[in-house]
């Protein structure tokens, strides 16, 4: 399963485009393309990659992807055998989107900037509607010069934002081989599809058709995290959504999730989140946790 360039489909009536998908799922195949991306996630959950970060996104998350980053929102298992559905706003553009030195100006400084920060990709946490998602939102049904005033306002607004959480880290860059993002994207599925039983280096290195050693180097380079520190915060973004839920114990949580004893999934749990998972579940059943 190779990644693929997307081309983002534009018409003569439209010099950026905005995409609402309300779908089962979304695309979980590593891709990449060169218009900015903002999108919105509106109803869905599940697991992003994006460059060399993984983490969690739930609705309301908004994110700001850099041109050519390599990213990825697979949801969760539950949206390829129920009737859920996942629900966002997206809005792509090139950074010539009104002229090559559009962004140039004085009063676009500010905004080139942003631009040069979406490189390692961003988000913002939203924990309900506020003015920047319903601004978002109203993208949609705009037309024309409206339209465009609209758009603006979205990239001000996110630049005035001062929850960003950058999500690629700053020695990130792109592979330039397609067989490296190719085996990334096999790891990630396979991953995606049995982190929760016991899963062997020797094994995964296989799906990377690499030696053990060749690819504890490669997956290194390519994410700054070793496989069983990546693999692990695959796990615990499911055991932290497993007990938002409330219908599981810590225990049947822990082992749900691939982990062997509950010592290495409480110690797992709080590097990654500051909390036992006990202390976790608390917290967020006391409406305390954000």
Known sequence: MKPLLFRIPKTETESFRVQVDDIPHFYDTLHFHPEWQITLMLESTGTQFVG???????????YFLGSNLPHVFRNDAEYYSEKLRAHSVSVYFRGDILGETFFDIPETQHLKTLLTEASRGFRIRNQQ???????????????????????????NAIW??????????????????????????????????????????????????????????????????????????????????????GNMSVLEVCFANGFNNVSNFNRQFKNRTQLTPSAYLRKYHAGSLR
Not at 132 to 142: G, P, R
Not at 219 to 234: A, G, H, P, Q, V
């Open 52 to 62: 060399d970060n993984v983490d969690r996104f739930q609705p309301f998350d908004l």
């Open 129 to 155: 509607a506020n003015a920047l998602t319903d601004l978002v939102q109203s993208i949609a049904h705009k037309k024309g010069f409206e339209k465009l005033l609209t758009f603006l306002e979205i990239l």
């Open 160 to 245: 005035a934002s001062t929850d960003k959480e950058y999500l690629s880290s700053i020695a990130y860059q792109g592979t330039l081989k397609e067989t490296d993002n190719q085996r990334i994207n096999d790891v990630f599925e396979f991953l995606m599809r049995n982190y929760e039983r016991d899963v062997s280096l020797d094994e995964v290195a296989n799906i990377a058709n690499m030696t053990t050693n060749a690819f504890c180097r490669f997956f290194k380079l390519r994410t700054r995290r070793t496989f069983s520190e990546f693999l692990n915060d695959i796990r615990i973004g499911h055991a932290c959504r497993m007990l938002q839920s």
